[in-house]
């Protein structure tokens, strides 16, 4: 069982930056894929970015790819999301998502076995 914890939402700006953290309660984090999606208000939650259990392998969606990144923090059983020229569009509820495996579905929500509670990011224009 996993437990993560969200952080690091709030208001901020177009073109601003935002860091996103997720705070995972497993002492075998490290064997966790790891996954970033959102919800905008009437629409279905959608992929942004997963990253396998050594880090050395990520995937971004191509509407935040090039601005959005996503590195992991073992020792600290953490991972994160750095949010960069953030847009209007990218308003949603953000939540992480745990997986015991790696596969070609990361992109996919079924996929992953935990969340976290989601943590609300909102960018005036």
């Known amino acids: 069982q996993v437990q993560l914890v969200e952080s690091g939402g709030g208001l901020v700006q177009a073109g601003g930056s935002l860091r996103l953290s997720c705070a995972a309660s497993a002492q075998t984090f490290s064997t966790y894929a790891m996954g970033w999606f959102r919800q905008a208000p009437g629409k279905e939650r959608e992929f942004v970015a997963a990253i396998n259990w050594s880090g050395s392998s990520t995937y971004y969606a191509d509407s935040v790819k090039g601005r959005f990144t996503m590195p992991r923090d073992n020792a600290k059983n953490t991972v994160y999301l750095q949010m960069n020229s953030l847009k209007p569009e990218d308003t949603a509820v953000y939540y992480c998502?745990?997986?015991?495996?790696?596969?070609?579905?990361?992109?996919?929500?079924?996929?992953?076995?935990?969340w976290g509670q989601g943590t609300q990011v909102t960018v005036s224009s």
């Open positions: 998502a745990a997986r015991t495996y790696w596969g070609g579905n990361y992109d996919s929500a079924a996929a992953y076995n935990y």
